[in-house]
């Protein structure tokens, strides 16, 4: 069975915002649009992002690590939102296991997103629905478009590539392979809930040098270096030894 | 999904930053739907960043100028009160007054523009009209980069270099550099960890891209020169240095006359004197050669120089090679004594110097590219020394600015780096002679009236008899670039203008022409003060500064003080050109240009800037702009493009894709009337591979310095050494000594010159920091640009709003303790200049002497369509008021302020200011201070929205 997932390599985003704003551009002119912005133009603005890019830092000083982390609905095996909603709007569909919500049956009650506790729901105020990422389910089986066309927003928009997308359960896939080889991990497992989506950490690469790499024999200051020498006139051992 | 179904997607290039990515522009019912990054760009490869994503709200937003504005009689400046005029009034006022400005005296007339991508143009208006007053924003960004690299290597990063991370095993970067390049970064970044190699960032606050380095170190604001002369230091004293790279192809080996009697002394001996005084360096050096213990011409058959020691020439005089010299510079700027100036630890010091010293030697890259060099010497092979470097405005914004960054060009040069693979890389059209060939007028005639100013406005002096000045020393022009105060200000000093003008100093002008440039509030420093003297008036009640025109697309700060506004499109609705002329686009393996083209129709009145000054330089007949007969020989903008040759018959244009009349010529050709169409049907970009032989080592590639001059890109193809030792530094310090035959400085900046333009490079404490009590202002306060908003003109933007609204004052978590300031307390921040009212922010990402904020988040009340208790202007703040644009010197009862600047370069120091920091008293409002009267929205905004439901198309994007 197909999972469809984002795996979000940490250790190469740079917190740029692209997949945020490229997601909001896309989605906003689609089926699961508009989404809303309130005061976009006065205090306290605040909109509709299916996707957003939390930054903190670990750590005290000088040991200390920025971490840019960007999170989207994780479209979990057994999402806690889906049970909830009291009229089925919530689903996670069986051929792909994208988790979406259609809005003609949403009231906008709020019992999923208390329910999931990655608070990757985002109630739409004006229209008074639900909205989450749908992994671009638009953009991904259109067959109008090119297969590199045929990814998630965000994905497409990724200036370092930190957004991979795939299927997790094909073992042979992009990103099965890179949670298994990079560590990759889910958000709280704890909660049961099986994340698709997964995380990409941190790795850090260290040169070691060795005292001797420093000692070379075609060190050029042997080439250049002039050891002195005495003056000729100097007095030496040959002046008065006589044997 | 019919409604899915994109009606129209047309190709253009993205200006929501500077970096100018290909886009894709998808339009439904004549709206935008989705703009993505195009595939097929060289650039960007398909990618796109958070702003391009968000042009959609940049085109529709209420901040909009949509017609041509006066500012109403008896208003006062600042205080947005327009009307709205016809474009057929405004180019009458605008002809009438510019054409008697013209007719008496040219310099007068002063235009500076914010961005720098269009100085082909604007330079060449200004040029043709006769002002030497012009400049783009390179003198308050980042000029010491761009003048301490191409006056060491004849290169310098972005447009012109850049580190080739596609090779390299290190990568160190040093200071803010997130915005050149933007997504280009990004992508080599990404590939270059996934790669393995091992990314070092060197940078007071661990933010953007310093966030995913495999080591962050800590290091004080405006002390990088100092860490570098360390590592110059444990370099050269380990033997980490590429000998046969210096030996070659730097003048490491160059004997210099060190009599310190002489009048020679500190020049390069020569054999002779050279045929021609041209802009390339001749071969006639010397070396010491190694075998027979005699000088020699450089490069002479089978000789080999010493680098360092001491040598007698026949008649006595002592000479030294450059090597030597800089190795007695750098003899006392050990890790110990670095340690005590940047705070980091000697260790760290050294252990970064092995890092790189070892990896460039022992990682060595060997590519089978057969190549010949400028003597004629075959190689088999290209190799490399897999260190690369990148810093921008981190290094550059600090008065120390120049000549740290002559040691980062003499570091990456020790290590063997430059237009190798692995190392830094040059784009066409560099590298160039060092200094480049263009040279400022070099005398007052060179303005007259009703002529072209005979001269490039901005040009690259080689000695003091270029420089800008009049009989007594004096400057020129407003800015006082290219005078004795700021030399080498290849940039102009664009953060001078406003208060030079304003004070008269060296003169008076009549009409300011301000493009794209906030100068009332974030592109200027003491914002407070610039905005009294827009308004200033002096005893007739007359305006100091007389006439001030302002081009841009946004109700801004400075529109506010204009007289007249000329409303201009967006980057969707323009015809515009990254050109070769210019500041082009170009790639590591060769030259690249490309075009915008209008996918919108223009809104309201808007008219391109580009138009704007055609339609001028027609109206007032400028040269260049008129057939013979006098006529309007450009019917507009793109006729101009494809039909205007900077010399009749010379076949170079603003593009160098398909010229020649049908289109088959590249680079050099007639114009082409179909050239717009053949850019549009190839994803508006031009890219022209250079074969690989002529990919690295162009410093002294033959075929490709050929290749260089055939096309001419460069004049002359002699080989550009590596200038280790600055002769060209050493002509200025030579005068400020009195010697030699060239101009010599006014007395009182003859100590200036003489100390700041040292041949070798040298670490000194920034200006303002040996202005300053530094325990009376402890901190050093710094600005970065977020990502989101870098290089844009965003806080307008609906979406990126919402992802910065306001910014705060970053403060180490520790520092803030100490003073009993707790996260997100209210405080001042205070310099010597001013004070601002803020938030603290606690951080464990920041070295304990720095304060940092996001720059230009911060707006005035009213501005860019925002409504008035917009967080921009509430809680958000700007640094600028505490960063002043000069630095005051009194001399003998004499005013002798200089601008707050490198003493080389003129480049704006705004790294250098220095804070202390405060909680608010009690009873102290939760606002930010200083706060100015709201600005109304002019005639002509569309009205804000307070819901907005994007959605493209006929359902109502705009509604």
Known sequence: MTQLALVIDLNVCVGCHACVTNCKEWNTSGPAGPMVDQNPYDKDPTGTFFNRVQTFEVGEFPNTETVHFPKSCLHCEEPPCVPVCPTGASYKRKEDGIVLVDYDKCIGCKYCSWACPYGAREIDEHQRVMKKCTLCVDRIYDTTMTADERRPACVRACPTSARLFGDIHDPDSEVSKAIRENGGYALMPEWGTQPANHYLPRRKTNIRIREDELERADNPLKIDSQLPKPGKAEPSLDDVTSW | ??????????????????????????????????????????????????????????????????????????????????????????????????????????KKFALFTGRDQMQALTGMFARQFGTPNYAAHGGFCSVNMAAGMIYTIGGSFWEFGGPDLDRAKLFVMIGTAEDHHSNPMKMALSKFKRDGGRFVSINPVRTGYSAIADEWVPIRPGTDGAFLLAVIHEIIQKGLYDRDFLVQYSNAGELVNVNETSDEFGMFLRTEVPEEEACYDPQDKLWWDRTTNQPVVTHAEGADPFLLGEFKMKDGTPVKPSFQLLLERVKDYTPEWAEGVTGIPADTIRRLAYEMGVTARDQRIELPIAWTDSWGKEHDTVTGNPVAFHAMRGLAAHSNGFQSIRALAILMSLLGTIDRPGGFRHKVPFPRPIPPCARPPNHPNAVQPNKPLDGMALGWPADPDDLFVDENGGPVRIDKGFSWEYPLSVHGLMHNAITNAWRGDPYKIDTLLIFMANMAWNSTMNAVEVRKMLNDKDENGEYKIPFIVVADAFQSEMTAFADLILPDTTYLERHDVMSLLDRPISEFDGPVDSVRIPVLPPTGQCKPFQEVLIELGSRLKLPAFTTKDGQRKYRDYPDFIVNYETEPGSGIGFLAGWRGRGGEKSLRGEPNPNQWEMYAKNNCVFHHELPKSYQYMRNWNQGYLEWSQRNRITRYAEPILINIYSEVLMRFRQAAQGKGFSRKPPAHLAKRVETFFDPLPFYYDTLEAQATDKHQYPLAAITQRPMAMYHSWDSQNAWLRQIHAHNLLYVNAHTARVQGIEDGDWIWVESQWGKVKCMAKHSE???????????????????????????????????????SEELPACERGVDRRVSNSDPITGQAAWYDVRVKIYKVGAGETAVTEPQFPPLKPYPGQVERKSIWNYFAGKKGGKQ
């Not at chain 2, 409604?3 to 929501?16: A, D, F, L």
């Not at chain 2, 042009?55 to 009160?81: C, D, F, N, V």
Request: hydrophobic share 35%; charged share 25%; net charge positive.
């Open chain 2, 845 to 883: 990402a920041v070295e304990p002497g720095t304060v940092w904020t996001w720059n230009a988040i911060g707006k005035a009340a009213g501005a860019w369509g925002l409504t008035p208790d917009a967080n921009e202007s509430q809680k958000g703040f700007l640094l600028n008021h505490l960063i």
């Open chain 2, 1 to 106: 999904m019919t409604q899915q179904s994109v009606q129209e997607v047309k190709n253009t290039t993205c200006y929501m930053c500077a970096c100018r990515c290909g886009i894709r522009v998808h339009l439904r019912d004549g709206e935008v739907r989705y703009i993505d990054g195009n595939p097929d760009h060289p650039l960007n490869k398909g990618v796109i960043c958070a702003k391009g994503s968000s042009g959609i709200m940049k085109q529709y937003s209420p901040a909009r100028l949509t017609q041509p504005l006066r500012r109403k009689a008896g208003a006062e400046r600042g205080a947005g009160e327009f009307e709205p005029i016809s474009w057929e009034e405004t180019f009458t006022i605008l002809t009438e007054r510019l054409g008697k400005i013209r007719a008496t005296d040219p």
